[in-house]
């Protein structure tokens, strides 16, 4: 079984930081791509920033310049340092891996809410 975890969710004013930090644990052979995802009610899941095994990141055009995603091989873990938080970055936000344990599967966090707010 793989589990992801994550934390670092909360309660930010505009132009605050936070940082998200997600571990996958659990019989795990490799990872491929690791990153984060953002949800809001009624809407679809979109991608936030995402990094290959190597850590070349890919970020939605809302996250670039502001956020930072960066993974560690050897812990099995992703970060995502948000910085200058705008109140359109509320959401809940699932740490995702394309994890292979018996097989390739993508694999999800249970996710951390994120609110920005004065």
């Known amino acids: 079984q793989v589990q992801l975890v994550e934390s670092g969710g909360g309660l930010v004013q505009p132009g605050g930081s936070l940082r998200l930090s997600c571990a996958a644990s659990?019989?795990?052979?490799?990872?491929?791509?690791m990153g984060w995802y953002r949800q809001t009610p009624g809407k679809e899941r979109e991608l936030v920033a995402v990094?290959?095994?190597?850590?070349?990141?890919l970020y939605a055009g809302s996250a670039k310049g502001r956020f930072t995603v960066s993974r560690d091989n050897a812990k099995n873990t992703v970060s995502l340092q948000m910085n200058s938080l705008k109140p359109e970055d509320t959401a809940v936000y699932y740490c995702?891996?394309?994890?292979?344990?018996?097989?390739?599967?993508?694999?999800w966090g249970q996710g951390t809410q994120v609110t920005v707010s004065s």
């Open positions: 995702h891996g394309a994890i292979h344990s018996s097989r390739w599967e993508d694999y």
């Open positions: 659990g019989s795990i052979s490799r990872i491929d791509t």
């Open positions: 990094t290959n095994r190597d850590g070349t990141p």
